[in-house]
């Protein structure tokens, strides 16, 4: 980030009036920001992460064993029994 004079890009009264407030100090003006889409949104993993998670737990449900849930969706043990223990509530 540089260092810009607020005379060379303000008006000359908004920064008469930012001086009532601030006068010879610096301050930071932060970029208007839209509001992005969260992980996954964009591309659609999101939704695909969900589909597959819900295969799972209803996999299990139905009695398939974790151990053929590992080697089915190649994934650990500890993150197929995430997967299972979210989706009881």
């Known amino acids: 980030m540089r260092y810009r004079n607020g005379r060379d890009v303000l008006p000359p009264e908004l920064l ?3 001086q009532k407030y601030l006068c010879g100090e610096m301050l930071y003006v ?5 509001k992005k889409a969260s992980w ?3 591309s ?3 939704d695909q992460v969900h589909v597959r998670n819900s ?10 064993p974790i151990t053929e849930l590992i080697h089915e969706f190649c994934l650990s043990e500890a993150s197929i029994r995430k997967i299972i ?3 009881k509530c």
């Open 30 to 34: 932060p970029k208007k920001e839209e």
């Open 55 to 64: 295969r799972i737990a209803a996999q299990y449900k139905s009695g398939i």
């Open 40 to 42: 996954g949104q964009l």
């Open 16 to 18: 008469d009036e930012i």
């Open 44 to 46: 659609g993993s999101k």
């Open 85 to 87: 223990y979210s989706h």
